[in-house]
T-cell receptor, first 116, second 113 residues
């Protein structure tokens, strides 16, 4: 099992450019999440998905869009990158439902994004 | 809005010493997670605490949860250098479409030999 993988690992963008971050999981999890990590702020939820074709906003969704066309993939898009989006992005997956007590989220290795 | 506060945010301690990291949160929840992150790495799950009074131990780390006080602690016993990392607590809350985690800012732990 590869677990949760992310592509790319590192990217430099210029302001206004667009890009898509890809997250893939092989654990058959229904729930997938995108977080950003900034120094001193922990992880903050951007968007999440509770199943194929269903997405919802998290705490900091502005400037990002997502899609979940296949259960195993969750894409995060930046349409017009801004320097404030310089961050480390983590994808996670999990069973999500409260019925699965004790189930944690599993995190990918992260994508470091620098917007100049 | 749920707030999760960790303290201290930075902890430098000597090998062999004991210390406790605190995690306070502002709303009702009965599930709390602790994660570890090494520099430049992803998050690794340490503990899942599911109810009031829950206590979990793994090696030199012990976590507990008091849902009435909205407080979790991560106790470090006889610290060793390998425990140097950033530790996050995260509170599980239920949203319109399933659960989400709200993270504390993290505690950077440095164990000096």
């Amino acid at each position: 099992n590869a677990g949760v993988t992310q592509t790319p690992k590192f990217r430099v963008l210029k302001t206004g450019q667009s890009m898509t971050l890809l997250c893939a999981q092989d654990m058959n999890h229904e729930y997938m999440y995108w977080y950003r990590q900034d120094p001193g702020m922990g992880l903050r939820l951007i968007h999440y998905s509770v199943g194929e074709g269903t997405t919802a906003k998290g705490e900091v969704p502005d400037g990002y869009n997502v899609s979940r066309l296949k259960k195993q993939n969750f894409l995060l898009g930046l349409e017009s990158a801004a320097p404030s989006q310089t961050s480390v992005y983590f994808c996670a997956s999990g069973k999500g439902d409260r019925a699965y007590l004790g189930e944690t989220q599993y995190f990918g290795p992260g994508t470091r994004l620098l917007v100049l | 809005e749920l707030k999760v506060e960790q303290n201290p945010l930075f902890l430098s301690m000597q090998e062999g010493k004991n210390y406790t990291i605190y995690c306070n949160y502002s709303t009702t929840s009965d599930r709390l997670y602790w994660y570890r992150q090494d520099p430049g790495k992803s998050l690794e799950s340490l503990f899942v605490l599911l109810s009031n009074g829950a206590v979990k131990q793994e090696g030199r780390l012990m976590a507990s949860l008091d849902t009435k006080a909205r407080l979790s602690t991560l106790h470090i016993t006889a610290a060793v250098h390998d425990l140097s990392a950033t530790y996050f607590c995260a509170v599980d809350i239920y949203m319109e479409y399933g659960n989400k985690l709200v993270f504390g800012a993290g505690t950077i732990l440095r164990v000096k030999s």
